[in-house]
């Protein structure tokens, strides 16, 4: 069982820069890692970043078999990366809608690069490195966007594409522009 809460935007911790992580293995990482991952899982989430939970280290974990807040996504692997980085590979940037368990209820649409090249360490300390497309992207550079203090609404370019999930369902929005 956990005593932590996720933080709502608004909490200063959500704003910080995180610190990247050095030990590799201990005993404190790995409780934190499944300590991340059982909160992401009871809360229906696809990620979470460490800071979320007011720990200020480059840790995200993300990943769903089928996830009840995106029903249409393909499946991510399970996995927990420190010290992400990425790159963006051809295919340029595309909108999709997020959401974010620090912004609850609320969906935007956010652009994003289509395919990277992430790559990060396991709690081991071993290098992870995919090539990615499409959700499992959006996904990672939502995650990564955490440690650099950003939230979505900081890269929508429309904020009319902004709100709440049970209203944007009642009335989806005109995204033919994009
Ligand atoms: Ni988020």
């Known amino acids: 069982m956990t005593n932590r809460r996720i933080l709502r935007m608004g909490h200063p911790l959500l704003l910080k820069t995180s610190a990247p992580v ?5 005993a404190p990482l790995l409780s934190l890692l499944d300590e991340m991952l059982e909160i ?3 809360a229906g989430g696809v990620g979470l970043a460490a800071p979320q939970i007011g720990v200020g280290q480059r840790i995200i974990v993300f990943g769903a078999e089928e996830s009840g807040r995106y029903p249409d996504a393909p499946p991510i692997p399970v996995t927990a990366l420190i010290n992400p980085e990425f790159e963006p590979l051809d295919g340029g ?32 300390g071993k290098v992870i490195e995919r090539e990615v497309e ?3 992207a959006r996904v990672v550079q939502h995650e990564t966007d955490h440690l650099d203090g950003i939230l979505y609404p900081m890269r929508m370019d429309d904020l009319r594409n902004f709100g709440f999930e049970e209203e ?3 009335n ?7």
């Open 93 to 124: 940037m595309e909108s999709g809608w997020e959401g974010c368990l620090s912004l609850p209820g609320l969906r935007g649409l956010v652009p994003r690069y289509r395919r990277i090249r992430y790559r990060g360490l396991d709690p081991q």
């Open 172 to 178: 989806p929005p005109d995204t033919d522009s994009y």
């Open 134 to 136: 499409g959700f499992h």
């Open 22 to 26: 050095t030990e590799f293995g201990t």
């Open 168 to 170: 944007l369902a009642l």
């Open 40 to 42: 992401m899982q009871a």
